[in-house]
């Protein structure tokens, strides 16, 4: 079912439904440091800098509905890092397990590798074998982890790096 989404630029009317996707995963889960909701007007906000910077937030929708996004922001601040980003994906709960992500994520690289990137960092927070068999599968290598930097859910979490050079292979 997951090849027969959509794959598009996210527009502003798709916040609310992007925002939802997102809360969940800040209520349910530690794949987000964030601990409350993100209001839709602040992730408005959100995918409108990321865009303005020329660079993708991509959306799967499914019979008229976004299940899932991606996007890659800017890794750092200083000019040197300009060709290297940081990617994210979320999707709903009745999109996993179907292909979508790898789908998704695999369109937000291609865009990368067309706008010249160069190097792809996904922050994994760990444990989280979907995430780290969803980042291998598509090329990305682990390159470290930082121990115990997020509290959550009454406890510490680690975070592992990954890496994708756009220069060296296609995507998976």
């Keep these: 079912m997951g090849a027969e989404a959509a794959i598009r630029d996210a527009v502003d009317g798709d916040a609310t439904i992007i925002a939802a996707i997102y809360n969940a995963h800040v209520r349910d889960t530690i794949v987000t440091f964030e601990l409350e909701d993100v209001a839709a007007e602040e992730m408005a906000r959100r995918i409108a800098q990321v ?20 996007y890659a ?41 067309a ?19 969803l980042h291998e599968g598509l090329g990305f290598t682990p390159v470290g982890a930082f121990r115990e930097v997020g509290w959550k859910f009454g406890r510490w979490i680690d975070v592992g790096y990954w890496q994708l050079r756009l220069d060296d292979a296609a995507v998976a």
Excluded: F
């Design 51 to 70: 865009q303005s910077l020329g660079l993708p937030w991509l959306v799967a929708q499914e019979d008229g509905v976004v299940i899932g996004y991606a």
């Design 73 to 113: 922001g800017r890794w750092k601040a200083r000019a040197a890092y300009a060709r290297t980003v940081e990617s994210s994906i979320y999707l709903a709960d009745a999109a996993c397990g179907r292909g979508l992500g790898k789908r998704l994520y695999a369109v937000l690289i291609e865009r990368l590798r």
């Design 115 to 133: 706008l010249g990137i160069h190097a792809v960092i996904g922050g994994v927070s760990l444990p989280n074998a979907v995430s780290v068999a």
